[in-house]
């Protein structure tokens, strides 16, 4: 099992950041990819953005050219930053971690941090 504690959330203005942060608890296995997805009221849960273990990195359209995701594999932790944001990207903002271990591949979610953004 690995906990994922999310932190970083908070009420901000548009334009602008916040940082997020995703630590994942260690049990001996390294982790595949980091990934955040993010849920407003009403709205499906989508991708925001996803980094391998190898840095190869994805970003949902609404992240392009204003977020930020990189990980420190040392600290078992992942990060969003996240610039210029609109009262769009209010959600819950979730971590995920994809684990390969000899019992096959887990998914692992945090319990979501809130960011709120005012107009």
């Known amino acids: 099992q690995v906990q994922l504690v999310e932190s970083g959330g908070g009420l901000v203005q548009a334009g602008g950041s916040l940082r997020l942060s995703c630590a994942a608890s260690?049990?001996?296995?390294?982790?595949?990819?980091f990934s955040w997805y993010r849920q407003a009221p009403g709205k499906q849960r989508e991708l925001v953005a996803s980094?391998?273990?190898?840095?190869?990195?994805m970003y949902g359209d609404s992240a392009k050219g204003r977020f930020v995701i990189s990980r420190d594999s040392a600290k078992n932790s992942a990060y969003l930053q996240m610039r210029n944001l609109k009262p769009e990207d209010t959600a819950v903002y979730y971590c995920n971690a994809f684990q390969i271990t000899d019992a096959g591949g887990h998914n692992y979610w945090g319990q979501g941090t809130q960011v709120t953004v005012s107009s």
């Open positions: 980094i391998s273990s190898g840095d190869m990195i």
């Open positions: 260690n049990n001996g296995f390294s982790i595949t990819s």
